[in-house]
């Protein structure tokens, strides 16, 4: 797993808050930071959707690390947050999160 990796989660949440990613349904939060703009994202539109679909291709694979990584990500749930709502302990989040980054990583250096 790559910190890029975890930088361009991250953007493809700001991306998705926007108005552009799916999320497999996880609608956006209001109480969510957002960027102003389209202009304010580090990643294009190209990037968001091949990102969006590794994201979906997760949760389908794997719902609760699929769970983890929207809470975490998308919803910027820290890991006490995420822990507690998948009702789970820290160190169990913290793996899922861990492995769903990691899967993702795989899938972009594969594509």
Known sequence: MTDETEYLLAQ???????GHGTAKG?????SIAQPSSRDD???????????DKAVTKLVNRD????KAMVLYY???????RTAE????????AQMW???G????????LGD
């Open 26 to 30: 996880y609608p956006a939060c209001s």
């Open 97 to 99: 999160i861990t492995a």
């Open 101 to 108: 980054t990691t899967w993702v990583d795989g899938l972009l």
């Open 74 to 80: 998308f919803y910027q749930q820290n890991l006490s």
């Open 85 to 92: 709502k998948l009702n789970t302990s820290r160190r169990t």
């Open 63 to 66: 719902k609760k690390i699929g």
């Open 12 to 18: 493809w949440a700001l991306w998705s808050r926007v």
């Open 41 to 51: 994202l580090a990643i294009t539109d190209e990037e968001g959707i091949l990102l």
